[in-house]
């Protein structure tokens, strides 16, 4: 059962979680480049495969990650939780890598994609609960957003839903959290609601703000997105007729 859900999630969503996997990876890319730089100088991370650098991630986490009963401190804790982050993004492309020729490579990749994204949310919380005094509003909801997102990948919709809830009702405005929120409402929701969520933010901003352009962008790109997903589903589609047609 688990593996059909798997192989329909994959046929169903495949382009739009890259998508979100992409954006993802560039946003944290520049902490794992400064780690890698300072652990492993001797090795090429562009030159290496997916599973090397998801191997990297797994011994810097055997060797550095807290104890279970370790007080952790708000910057170990963001540390952690975009580690964290980072592998599931790896471990989730190892499995769009494989699942087509290697189911039980595919199941254990995806697995490990969960299970990292639900330990990046453990983190986040920590990072909550450790938060200094002085943190505002602002920084709250991003947090409290970043968390959602990780609770999202794991699967956990109807508490990332209350989580984004709670970000947005804090920073309504947080260009961070709502292109978080976007994606959420787009992979589950579709482009309808991603199109409508999105021209509320807009007019919240205003024309005149920077995030009213960027906003626009993104959800043109899913708007491209959903269009060339539904053409090649139509393709699709009128290949397998003909390919029933010339078999009967």
């Known amino acids: 059962m688990f593996m059909q859900r798997i192989r329909r999630a994959t046929k169903k969503h495949r382009k739009v979680l890259l998508a979100a996997v992409i954006i993802l990876t560039i946003g944290l890319v520049g902490s794992f480049a400064v780690w890698n730089s300072d ?3 001797n090795n090429d991370s562009t030159e290496m495969t997916t599973a090397e650098q998801i191997g990297l991630y797994e011994d810097y ?5 807290p104890a279970a009963d370790a007080a952790v401190d708000y910057d170990t804790a963001a ?8 592998l599931r993004s790896l471990c989730y492309q190892a499995y769009t890598e494989v699942a087509a020729t290697d189911a039980d490579a595919g199941l254990q990749y995806y697995t490990q994609s969960v299970e990292a994204a639900v330990k990046a949310a453990e983190y986040y919380q920590l990072q909550l609960d450790a938060a200094p005094e002085a943190l505002n ?3 709250k909801a991003q947090i409290i957003a970043a968390k959602a997102q990780a609770l999202a990948f794991a699967g956990s919709n109807d508490e990332a839903q209350t989580l984004y809830d709670q970000a947005l009702a804090l920073s309504p405005d947080n260009y ?3 292109s978080k929120y976007l994606d959420f409402v787009y992979i589950n929701q579709g482009i309808a609601a991603a199109r409508t969520y999105a021209d509320s933010y807009k007019a919240l901003v205003g024309e005149s703000s920077d995030y009213y352009s960027q906003m626009e962008e993104v959800i043109g790109y899913y708007e491209l997105l959903d269009q060339l997903q539904e053409t090649s589903t139509e393709v699709q589609q009128e290949s397998d007729a003909a390919d029933s047609s010339d078999t009967q």
């Open 39 to 41: 652990n492993y100088s």
């Open 79 to 86: 540390s952690m939780a975009e580690i964290y982050m980072s």
């Open 61 to 65: 986490l055997a060797e550095n990650e």
């Open 137 to 139: 509003d602002f920084g």
């Open 176 to 178: 961070d959290v709502a």
